[in-house]
């Protein structure tokens, strides 16, 4: 279905907590159209993923990024927060910082480091995460301070799609959106 509704699609981004969503993903489109990112939630996520499958699916198969846990589940990242406050101001998305808020996380880092390449189509998909959503008090405010028609046009991308300068920046920081001076 999601193939059908986004037609070229290359890879799908999602967040690694349990690891099913990944697992149900891999079953269909394949490893290599699937690009986990880590959250923190399981010791050895591609191991996890693996099992899930229900068929044979080597960990080392799989494409899984471990760079956005920082503290471990539950703990609010630099990207993470970059990447709520991003989702508000352009899209209109909600995303919470301990699980949904890691993809597009990763989905940055994979472009920065050319693992997703510009011309590709990568779709992020929004598995969950809403709960953890409001279990850190400044997310809905952040989340909702990019909803202004300033705060989007501060953080549209160019036309060819490179972030804008305003992002990410020390604005962006876990400890801004916490109102620290840090």
């Known amino acids: 279905m999601l193939v059908g509704q986004a037609p070229g699609l290359d890879t799908v981004v999602t967040a690694v907590g349990s690891g099913g969503a990944m697992a149900g993903l891999v079953g269909q489109l394949g490893a290599r159209r699937v690009l986990g990112v880590h959250a923190g939630a399981v010791s050895a996520p591609a191991v996890t993923v693996s099992r899930l499958t229900g068929r044979y699916c080597l960990p080392e198969s799989l494409r899984l990024r471990t760079d956005q846990v920082g503290a471990g589940y539950g703990a609010l990242t630099e990207p993470a927060g970059s990447a709520l406050l991003f989702a508000a101001r352009t899209e209109g998305l909600m995303l919470d910082p301990v699980h949904t808020g890691r993809a597009p996380a990763g989905l940055a880092a994979a472009r920065a480091d050319g693992t997703v390449r510009p011309g590709q189509r990568p779709v992020p998909l929004r598995s969950g995460g809403l709960p953890g959503f409001f279990g850190h008090a400044p997310a809905p405010a952040v989340a909702e301070s990019g909803l202004t028609a300033e705060g989007r046009a501060a953080f549209r991308p ?8 305003a992002w990410p920046n020390s604005i962006n920081t876990p400890a801004a959106m916490a ?3 840090a």
């Open 179 to 181: 109102g620290s001076s």
């Open 158 to 165: 160019s036309r060819d799609g490179t972030p804008p300068a």
